[in-house]
């Protein structure tokens, strides 16, 4: 009598879509073999694999492939995938939730792996000449999640549990409340740059360990990135000056939403004190902006991406402002503090020159002190033009104080 093979039911479908297209290609493509590990200690992870090689290194192609126990299978093709097309990513999303179907998987998540640049988006794609904004990435995810219900019914309650930002600055008030409009319930990324490799593919172990405890997944997970070292000895780096687990829950965010318009409509109607707007933009040129490293170029939007914790408490403690704007800083700072699951921060950061994060504990909100911070890459990187920031009232708001 043959005996009946039942299949294995894992916890986690972790997708990976990487977007070598790009200079990052050699170093980003370590997250592939950290997978094979991981997932050949772990069988209760598999991963689904969109993986672009750059032309810089030879023909530029696509491989689709699953990893399972440590083993990988290949879908045979030589095309190559537009990785900041919209389109492509949401039948990316599909596919994993089609495979997280197959093996009844508890949770799925996807990882983006390129380069990121905060609310103005990411995945930059080389041979296409293109950069995926953050909207769209956002509602690319959506989308994915709408094919999958549309081809298998049976199955249309799964969702995109969380997303892994390996990628720069998107640990963001903007990109948290697009995924959080697009259904996901937990993101994980750094508000600063990275250090490619960036996010060591163990993370995928903490999810997959800690499905029912988002604390101890949210602390396991910073935990992975903020020890992760690449290189060995005085050559050694590690990938994250700050890195953080939020919390997307929509009341949470919808929270966020209404304080932090309350306090940028109480900074609009200001705009005419002159005493208040000094000590505002005092307040905010204390809090220094994202891209901390001395190559930096002073036109780079990300200076006026700021801690939005560190902002609102310093907003909130100023004498010099009246109790109503105060009041209004805190309820905002005590809403984006709820988002916060588990964070990390380096005190000195070698890679960036010893810079000092411990002000980046949870994500930034973009806030400028000058005409030219506001948007100095639009339209190709924009940083304004996305549901949160229309949400907020911030542009009164930056008028009132840039």
């Known amino acids: 009598m043959e005996a009946v093979r039942v299949p294995i039911r894992r916890a986690l479908e972790f997708g990976i879509y990487r977007d070598g297209d790009n200079n990052l290609d050699v170093s980003q493509s370590a997250v592939l073999h950290q997978a094979r590990t991981v997932s050949a200690e772990n069988p209760a992870i598999a991963f689904t694999v969109e993986d672009t090689s750059s032309s810089a290194y030879g023909a530029a192609t696509t491989r689709r492939a699953t990893i399972q126990d440590g083993s990988e299978t290949f879908e045979q093709r ?3 995938d537009d990785m900041a097309s919209p389109k492509n990513l949401a039948q990316f999303v599909a596919r ?7 093996i009844g998987a508890r949770q799925t998540w996807i990882e983006l792996v390129d380069h990121g640049a905060g609310d103005g988006g990411g995945l930059e794609a080389d041979s296409f000449k293109q950069l995926m904004p953050m909207p769209q990435i956002a509602q ?7 094919l999958h219900a549309q081809a298998h019914p049976e199955d249309a309650s799964r969702t995109v549990d969380g997303v892994v930002a390996n990628q720069c600055l998107m640990a963001s008030l903007g990109f948290a409340d697009a995924l959080s409009h697009a259904g996901v319930k937990w993101l994980a990324a ?7 490799p960036g996010v060591p593919s163990s993370v995928a172990d903490a999810i997959a360990k800690n499905l029912d405890a988002p604390n101890a997944m949210g602390a396991a997970v910073v935990h992975d990135v903020m020890q992760q070292t690449y290189g060995a000895g005085s050559f050694g780096w590690k990938p994250a000056a700050a890195f953080d687990v939020l919390d997307l829950d929509p009341r949470k965010r919808q929270a966020v939403e209404r304080d932090v318009r309350a306090l940028n409509d109480a900074i609009a109607a200001r705009s005419g004190d002159a005493a208040t707007i000094a000590a505002l933009r005092q307040d905010a040129s204390s809090i220094a902006g994202m891209v901390r490293f001395h190559e930096a170029t002073p036109d780079m939007p990300w200076h006026a991406d700021r801690p939005a914790l560190a902002l609102y408490g310093t907003l909130a403690s100023d004498g010099r402002l009246d109790p109503q704007l105060r009041n209004a800083a805190a309820r905002a700072g005590k809403s984006v503090r709820a988002l916060v699951v588990a964070h990390g921060e380096s005190s000195s950061f070698e890679p960036f020159d010893g810079s000092d994060y411990r002000d980046a504990a949870g994500p930034t909100v973009h806030f400028p002190l000058s005409e030219k911070q506001i948007d100095p890459w639009a339209p190709r990187i924009t940083e304004t033009r996305n549901r949160f920031f229309k949400e907020t009232d911030a542009a009164p708001a930056e008028r009132a104080v840039a």
């Open 140 to 146: 690319a995810i959506a989308d994915g999640v709408k």
């Open 78 to 80: 030589d095309s190559l």
């Open 190 to 196: 750094s508000p600063e740059t990275m250090v490619s």
């Open 96 to 102: 994993t939730l089609d495979n997280a179907e197959t």
